[in-house]
C-alpha cells in the first residue's frame, strides 16, 4: 500500500514493544511507528499536579491545627492588557477552557487576552438546544418513546459544533460532577429527550449560581429518575417504608459537601489528628423527608409526547413529608410545603463551608490539573464564597478564577512533573475534531455510543456506569508512581491495556475516513504535507500546545518522512499520519 496506515490487533501486555500501528512504504517494508508500551509509559510518567513543598508544609500546619490557612492573595494573570501572549500559551489555554482549540481561536485569544475571551464566551450564544435538535429530527413521534434514538448525534453535535466552547466545556464538566447516566432514566419513557433536557439544563446554569443550578438540578426529571426519588412517598405506619434515601445521601456526598469536613484549601479538617466526616445516616434519613412528593408534571395530560421531560418536578401533597426534617445540625421545620420545604434544605446545604472547595477543587480538576496546590483551590474557594458583591455561588465568577490564576497561566517548569492531568478520551477526540472543523455532512452526527474501550473511547456523553462518573475524583492508580507521591490520577481509572489501544485505533480510523458523516477539514495542513517538520510542528501547536518534545518529534518526524511524498493522495496520507501520531504522543495524552 502506498504509505498507508493498517491496525494491527494485539492482546500483549503492555510492557511488551507491540506495534500498534505499522507504516507500510511502496516497498512493502514495515516501519514500527507507535507501541502500546510506549503509550502506556506515558500513562505511568504522567503528571498530575501538586503544591510546592512549602505550600504543602503550610497547608498541613494549618490543618494539624484545624483552622483553615489564610490563602494568599491571587496572582495577577499574565493575562494582562499589553501582555503579549504566545500561539503556545493561547493554545494551551484554549486546552483548558475550551474543548480543543484551533488557529481561528488560537489567534482570538492572543488578539483578546484571556480574560477577555472568557467575558466574550461568557455572552456568545450556542447553536440550539439537544431537545430542539430531536424534534428536528422527529424523533418526538410516539414511536420513539421507548428508544434512545438520537441522543449521541444531539450531545456529539453540541459538543463538536457549538461556538459557544467554554460553555459547552464547562457543561460537560458539571455532567462528570452531578452525574445522570441516560441507561438509569427509567420508570418515563423518553431517555433521549429526558437526558438531553438534563445537559440543556446543566448548560443553562453553567455559569449561573451554583444554589440555582441545585435547585434545578432537585426538581429535574432526568435526576428524579436516575437516583429514584421520583415518586418517592412519605413514610408509611402501616407497612413501615421509610422514604428513598439514594438522592439525599448521593446530594450530600457528591454534588456538594463530600465526606469530610474541609478547610478553606481543600484539605481536611482534623480532630485530634482525625478527619470528621460530615454526615451521618440520620442526616441522610433527615434529608431523605425533603425528596417525598416529587413527581412529573404531566400538566393534565398524558405521556404520548416527551414535553414533560422538560418541565420540572411538581408536588403531589398527599405524598409528601410535612413533619419536620433534621440534618446537619439544622431543622426545617413542620407544615412546610414540598416546594418550601426544599428551598430550606438546599439553602441549608449551600450554607455548609464545604461547598466552596469541594465543588472548587472538582472543577479545578476537571478544567486544568488532577492535584491543584491547596492555595489555589483556596484561591477559587474564596471566589466561590464571594464574588466580589457579596454573591456566594457564582459559576462564572469561578471559572474566571480557575482559568486565571496564576497556577493555570504559569509558564511550565519541563521538569515539573506533577502539573497537570490525563486528556479523558472524549477531551482528545473533541480536540482533534474541533481543530480541524469536523461537521456532519447531513447532520445526522452518527457517532454513536463511543463506550466500548476495546474499539472506540472508552466514554461517551452521558453514559457514566454511575453515579460516581467515568473515574473518581480521588482515584490513585494502584502500584504505581502516582501512588507513591501521593497524587490522585481520576482518568486513570479508564485506562488500561485495551483503552489503550482501542483509543488509537479508534482514532487513526477517525483521522483518515471520519466517523460516519461526521469528517474534519485538513485543508490548512495539506500545503505542509511535503515537508514532516512543517507538519508536525503545526500539529504540536493546535493540539499539543506545542509541548512535544524534541526527542518526540524527532521520532515522528522520521515516520513521516520514511513515507512517500508528492502528489495529492500522498499527502493526504503522510497528514493522517502525522496527526494519529501527534494524537497517540505522551505528551499530548497528557495536558501539562
Not at 491545627?65 to 490563602?71: D, H, I, L, R, S
Request: with cysteine.
Amino acid at each position: 500500500m502506498d504509505g498507508q496506515f493498517t491496525s494491527v490487533k494485539t492482546d500483549r501486555k503492555l510492557d511488551q514493544e507491540t506495534p500498534v500501528y505499522v507504516n507500510n512504504d511502496q516497498n512493502g517494508t514495515s516501519h514500527a511507528v507507535l507501541t502500546a508500551a510506549a503509550l502506556a509509559s506515558c500513562a505511568l510518567l504522567a503528571a498530575c499536579g501538586g503544591a510546592t513543598d512549602s505550600q504543602s508544609a503550610n497547608s498541613a500546619a494549618a490543618t494539624a491545627a484545624g483552622v483553615p490557612p489564610v490563602p494568599p492573595a491571587p496572582p495577577v494573570p499574565s493575562a494582562a492588557p499589553g501582555i503579549s501572549i504566545s500561539a503556545a500559551e493561547a493554545s494551551r489555554f484554549l486546552a483548558q477552557a475550551s474543548l480543543g482549540a484551533n488557529r481561528e481561536q488560537i489567534a482570538r485569544v492572543q488578539a483578546l487576552g484571556f480574560a477577555a475571551w472568557l467575558e466574550e464566551q461568557f455572552s456568545l450564544p450556542g447553536n440550539g438546544s439537544r431537545w430542539d435538535w430531536l424534534v428536528s429530527k422527529g424523533l418526538n413521534a410516539i414511536t420513539y418513546r421507548n428508544s434512545q434514538a438520537g441522543f449521541d448525534s444531539t450531545a456529539w453535535r453540541k459538543l463538536i459544533s457549538s461556538p459557544d466552547t467554554l460553555r459547552q466545556r464547562v457543561t460537560l464538566a458539571l455532567s462528570e460532577i452531578i452525574v445522570v447516566s441516560i441507561d438509569g432514566l427509567i420508570g418515563g419513557g423518553w431517555k433521549a429527550f429526558s437526558a438531553a433536557a438534563w445537559l440543556d439544563m446543566l448548560e443553562t446554569n453553567c455559569f449561573g449560581n451554583y444554589r440555582d443550578l441545585l435547585q434545578m438540578v432537585s426538581t429535574s426529571p432526568a435526576m428524579g429518575q436516575y437516583l429514584t426519588f421520583r415518586g418517592n412517598t412519605k413514610y408509611d405506619p402501616i407497612t413501615g417504608a421509610l422514604p428513598d434515601e439514594n438522592y439525599a445521601r448521593e446530594l450530600m456526598q457528591l454534588f456538594s459537601i463530600g465526606l469530610l469536613e474541609l478547610n478553606i484549601d481543600g484539605t481536611p479538617r482534623l480532630d485530634n489528628g482525625q478527619p470528621k466526616e460530615t454526615y451521618t445516616l440520620d442526616d441522610i434519613t433527615g434529608l431523605a423527608r425533603i425528596f417525598t412528593g416529587w413527581d412529573f408534571d404531566l400538566a393534565g395530560g398524558r405521556a404520548d409526547t416527551p414535553d414533560f421531560m422538560r418541565r420540572p418536578m411538581m408536588q403531589v401533597a398527599s405524598r409528601h413529608e410535612t413533619g419536620a426534617s433534621t440534618f446537619l445540625k439544622n431543622t426545617v421545620p413542620a407544615g412546610l410545603s414540598g416546594a418550601d420545604a426544599l428551598k430550606a434544605a438546599l439553602d441549608i446545604i449551600f450554607a455548609h463551608p464545604n461547598v466552596a472547595p469541594f465543588i472548587s477543587r472538582q472543577l479545578i480538576q476537571r478544567l486544568v490539573t488532577s492535584n491543584p496546590a491547596p492555595a489555589y483551590v483556596a484561591r477559587v474557594a474564596a471566589v466561590f464564597n464571594n464574588d466580589g458583591t457579596g454573591t456566594k455561588g457564582n459559576l462564572k465568577a469561578v471559572i474566571s478564577a480557575i482559568l486565571l490564576d496564576g497556577e493555570a497561566r504559569s509558564s511550565l517548569n519541563p521538569g515539573d512533573v506533577q502539573f497537570g492531568k490525563l486528556r479523558e478520551p472524549m477531551l482528545r477526540f473533541l480536540g482533534w475534531a474541533r481543530a480541524y472543523k469536523a461537521t456532519a455532512s447531513n447532520d445526522l452526527w452518527n457517532l454513536g455510543n463511543t463506550s466500548d474501550p476495546a474499539t472506540k473511547l472508552g466514554q461517551s456523553p452521558l453514559r457514566s456506569p454511575s453515579v460516581f462518573n467515568f473515574f473518581r475524583p480521588g482515584y490513585v492508580p494502584p502500584n504505581s508512581a502516582i501512588a507513591n507521591a501521593s497524587l490522585v490520577a481520576p482518568e486513570f481509572q479508564i485506562t488500561n491495556e485495551s483503552s489503550v489501544v482501542g483509543y488509537v485505533n479508534y482514532m487513526q480510523h477517525a483521522v483518515s475516513n471520519g466517523v460516519s458523516d461526521v469528517d474534519a477539514d485538513y485543508s490548512s495542513l495539506l500545503p505542509l504535507a511535503d515537508t514532516a517538520g512543517a507538519l508536525l510542528d503545526e500539529i504540536n501547536l493546535v493540539l499539543a500546545s506545542g509541548e512535544l518534545s524534541s526527542d518526540t518529534l524527532l521520532s515522528l518526524r522520521s515516520a513521516v518522512d520514511s513515507m512517500p511524498a508528492g502528489t495529492d493522495n500522498r499527502r493526504k496520507q503522510r497528514v493522517y499520519a502525522a496527526l494519529t501520531l501527534v494524537l497517540a504522543a505522551p505528551e499530548f495524552i497528557v495536558l501539562k
